[in-house]
């Protein structure tokens, strides 16, 4: 019959305490030299190849690096809790289609001036003025992520065209994003705290839910459950 011997073991010190090792967990990074096609870029967005376009197009999106794909899939999905938030939802910066348009451009791009990113995104929408102006801001978004942020003042002019009515606001550039998938190119220009705490807030956050009327949506916060007092 075999015998087997259990080891025994014992400390030098037995009044000494354990140190327990110090341990670290990192999570895994796609690397920025990998690179996925536009219909795995959708899948990971949840996004149309078009509307992956759109971004590509815009600057936004500089490629299609996994590591920038994937930052854009983990941003914070936006929502309101008090009252309601007016979203531009525009696309890439291009020229205006019509020619007595006097905007140098329509969309948004990072290579845009605040001045030239202001005046594109002011004016001139169909829209329900009175909740843009009632909101004090306009969250810009290309392809569902928050690009910009203007600090609306009030309500500029009004275009009538037939049936179709187009209106612009007194605003400023409250903030601006150069790269999506990058934090700190995100710029807060306002000096208004509150206004500036909102705006870092917005800015690279992603709108999947609004009201739409246009090309001005208005995100709501949720009814309350029967019976909740608000």
Same mark, same amino acid.
């Given at each position: ?10 400390? /030098?010190? %037995? ?22 096609? $536009? ?16 971004? /590509?197009?815009? #600057?936004?999106? %500089? ?16 929502? &309101?809790? $008090? #009252? ?14 019509? &020619? ?6 329509? !969309?948004?791009?990072?290579?845009? =001036? ?21 909101? #004090?801001? /306009?969250?810009?978004?290309?392809? !569902? ?12 002019? =009004?275009?009538? #065209? !037939? $049936? ?18 990058? %934090?700190?190119?995100?710029?807060? /220009? ?20 609004? $009201?739409?009327?246009? %090309? ?15």
């Amino acid at each position: 019959m075999k015998q087997y011997t259990v080891p025994c073991f014992t400390t /030098l010190d %037995p009044e000494a305490e354990a140190v327990l090792p110090s341990v670290a967990l990192t999570t895994p990074q796609a690397l920025a030299g990998e690179f996925l096609t $536009r219909p795995q870029a959708a899948s990971v967005l949840r996004l149309s190849p078009n509307t992956v376009g759109k971004l /590509l197009a815009s #600057g936004f999106l %500089p490629d299609l690096a996994a590591a920038r794909v994937h930052a854009l899939a983990r941003a914070p999905q936006l929502g &309101v809790t $008090r #009252g309601e938030l007016p979203v531009l939802r525009t696309g890439p910066a291009g020229p205006p289609p019509h &020619v007595d348009d006097e905007r140098d451009f329509i !969309g948004d791009a990072p290579h845009l =001036t605040d001045e030239q990113f202001l005046e594109a995104s002011r004016q001139w929408w169909r829209c329900e003025p009175d909740k843009v102006t009632a909101a #004090g801001v /306009l969250a810009v978004a290309v392809a !569902g992520w928050v690009t910009g942020v203007l600090a609306v003042r009030g309500r500029g002019g =009004t275009r009538h #065209g !037939g $049936r179709d009515v187009r209106h612009s606001f007194e605003a400023s550039v409250a903030g601006r994003v150069t790269a999506l998938d990058d %934090p700190e190119s995100h710029r807060v /220009l306002t000096g208004d705290p509150a206004l500036a705490a909102l705006t870092r807030t917005l800015l690279g956050a992603r709108v999947q839910e609004a $009201r739409s009327g246009g %090309p001005i949506a208005y995100l709501k916060a949720p009814p309350h459950p029967h019976g909740e007092m608000a």
